[in-house]
């Protein structure tokens, strides 16, 4: 009998929404991170993520959320602390099962701020959002995503790495001995004013453009066009500098800059 009460309580509320007798309504939680954190890993879905530098001595962490995401007081993740690494995970879901209105937003966004110092170590991935880092500095940074953009504005490290499956990369003011970055199907690749030991971008089926910081003479060049009817063309295979850019369907337009 309980059982079936909440049934009808829960269906009762999903139809009060459905109806319009309450508006969307969006929510907010804090955490606050020990100093001293030099490893982040987060592991996310369905939800945007930005990490941002910001003048703190510890990680403050932020999420937002929707009504139509969950409802109030809903604890969408866990923060766990071990030794120096601050793990962040997604415990729940949104709400799939509630059908919101054309006007409404079903949204949810991580946004941790970090301070300005570089990092071990950083991870993120998630599945169906965008990934956003502006001025963090990590030695290594994986970031992953299926259907989602990645987008890196001043980044300082050592090696530096960004996979989507579809959507458009953005690497802007990035600083690496080793930067890579994927688009395994569809999408467009932009590097702006990239600085890097070796540098490897690749798309299924889009475009690369942008620039790299340097002279042309110490970099060697492979550029691959599959599906344009091109060759491989290799250059400068001795220089001490690497740059590698391929695309299966799509032009490359990357000029370098002082």
């Known amino acids: 009998m309980k059982k079936f009460l909440l049934a009808l309580l829960t269906a009762a509320t999903a139809a009060a929404l459905l109806c319009g007798a309450a508006a969307v309504s969006t929510y907010s939680v804090g955490y606050d991170a020990p100093a001293g954190i030099s490893t982040i890993v987060v592991q996310d879905s369905s939800a945007a993520v930005v990490l941002q530098a910001a003048d703190t001595d510890h990680i403050h962490a932020d999420y937002t959320y929707t009504s139509s995401y ?7 993740y866990d923060f766990s602390v071990a ?3 601050l793990t962040v995970t997604k415990t729940r879901e ?6 919101i209105k054309s006007t409404d937003t079903r949204a949810c966004t ?5 301070p300005r110092q570089t990092l071990a170590s950083l ?10 880092l502006d001025g963090v500095s990590a030695q290594t940074a994986a970031l992953t995503t299926d259907n989602g953009r990645i987008e890196v504005t001043n980044f300082n490290g050592t090696s530096l790495s960004g996979t989507t499956r579809n959507g458009k990369i953005t690497l802007s003011g990035v600083t690496s001995q080793n930067v890579a970055a994927t688009i395994q199907n569809s999408g467009t690749l932009k590097l702006e004013n990239i600085s890097a030991n070796v540098c490897n971008a690749k798309v299924q089926n889009g475009s690369i453009t942008g620039s790299v910081v340097g002279d042309s003479s110490a970099y060697g060049f492979d550029l691959n066009f599959l599906l344009s009817g091109k060759d491989a063309l290799q250059q400068n295979a001795g220089a001490p500098q690497k740059l590698s ?3 299966q369907n799509g032009d490359v337009d990357v000029e370098f800059v002082r």
């Open 123 to 132: 991870t993120v991935s998630t599945t169906n959002d965008n990934i956003t």
């Open 70 to 76: 969950a409802f109030e007081s809903s604890k969408l």
């Open 83 to 85: 030794g120096s690494t």
């Open 110 to 114: 991580l946004t941790l701020q970090v």
């Open 94 to 99: 949104p709400n799939t099962s509630l059908t």
């Open 245 to 247: 850019l391929a695309t």
